[in-house]
């Protein structure tokens, strides 16, 4: 069964540090979001992708973030200058090809930053 | 505002006890309803979700969850726990309008006796 991937599983930097994280989405889908969990906190929005641009995003996904489809395969989240307060669990997710909106997003296993 | 509450933060049932995981949500249009599953160090897994129709649902490893507009509710049931279901649940709502983003509740611990 096809499945989102994610690498690293964790990751460690120093504040202040620029950090990619990468994700292939399912192949045959069109949209992919990323989302964020800070350790026992809620699953959050960050931002959705869809045909090279960004869809929407939320108050989180200020100017330190961004995103890029590089080739036909990746979907990257760039965080510019890490913060302590980046530290988290980032999942991608992608869905389609169907309607747009909430088609049904398969999540990845999640990367685990930690910012020192 | 759209959110999605679900008020129980931890629950414990005994294996082969029945399951029910209350949420609630508040969104403007009509919602997609998706319950996920979470073990610990593991991603986020599809259990079911709902869309239109029957508002009875199956999923996967056995769940079900029912849709009550009136209530607007979208509690999730297992009729016999299994050790394996200790994880955490997320319900999470979401709409065409919305360009597609999630909206999470705060999710629901669920422990398994012997």
């Known amino acids: 069964e096809p499945e989102v991937t994610q690498t690293p599983s964790h990751q460690v930097t120093q504040m202040g540090q620029e950090v990619i994280l990468r994700c292939v989405p399912i192949s045959n889908h069109l949209y992919f979001y990323w989302y964020r969990q800070i350790l026992g906190q809620k699953v959050e929005f960050l931002v959705s992708f869809y045909n090279n641009e960004i869809s929407e995003k939320s108050e989180i996904f200020d100017d330190q973030f961004s995103v890029e489809r590089p080739d036909g395969s990746n979907f990257t989240l760039k965080i510019r200058s890490t913060k302590l307060e980046d530290s988290a669990m980032y999942f991608c997710?992608?869905?389609?090809?169907?309607?747009?909106?909430?088609?049904?997003?398969?999540f990845g296993p999640g990367t685990r930053l930690l910012v020192l | 505002a759209q959110s999605v509450t679900q008020p129980d933060i931890h629950i414990t049932v005994s294996e082969g006890a029945s399951l029910e995981l209350r949420c609630n949500y508040s969104?403007?249009?009509?919602?997609?309803l998706f319950w996920y599953v979470q073990s610990p160090g593991q991603g986020l897994q599809l259990l079911l979700k709902?869309?239109?129709?029957?508002?009875l649902v199956q999923g996967i490893k056995g769940f079900e969850a029912e849709f009550k507009r009136s209530q607007s509710s979208f509690n999730l049931r297992k009729p016999s726990v299994h050790w394996s279901d200790a994880a955490e649940y997320f319900c999470a709502v979401g709409g065409r309008g919305s360009q597609g983003n999630l909206i999470f509740g705060k999710g629901t611990k669920l422990s398994v006796k012997p």
């Open positions: 709902y869309f239109s129709g029957d508002t």
């Open positions: 997710a992608s869905s389609g090809p169907g309607l747009a909106g909430a088609e049904t997003q398969y």
């Open positions: 969104y403007g249009a009509t919602p997609y």
